[in-house]
């Protein structure tokens, strides 16, 4: 698992709407395969099937799983 960096260069910032305060990285993404020495093929969700799906490890970062990060929502009834 991987996040993926958000720049106007890796199309990543024009996939996404365009805010000041956006995060700098998105994700987390599977890694599918490794493409070469320095590239990986990520599995995308659909709202960025725009952009293509081999990235150069520059542009990517580890993902640590953290059980603190999730957060448990409540169930609501309406």
């Not at 024009?14 to 395969?33: D, N, W």
């Not at 960025?48 to 990060?69: I, M």
Request: charged share 20%.
């Amino acid at each position: 698992m991987c996040f993926l960096k958000v720049t106007p260069t890796s199309g990543v910032g024009r996939a996404l709407k365009a805010r000041k305060l956006t995060s700098r990285f998105v994700g987390p993404h599977q890694i599918i395969q490794r493409v070469g020495p320095v590239a990986y093929r990520l599995a995308l969700p659909p709202c960025l099937s725009n952009l293509h799906d081999v990235f150069h490890v520059s542009q990517l970062r580890k993902y640590v799983h953290d059980p603190s990060h999730v957060v448990e929502l409540d169930d609501v009834q309406v």
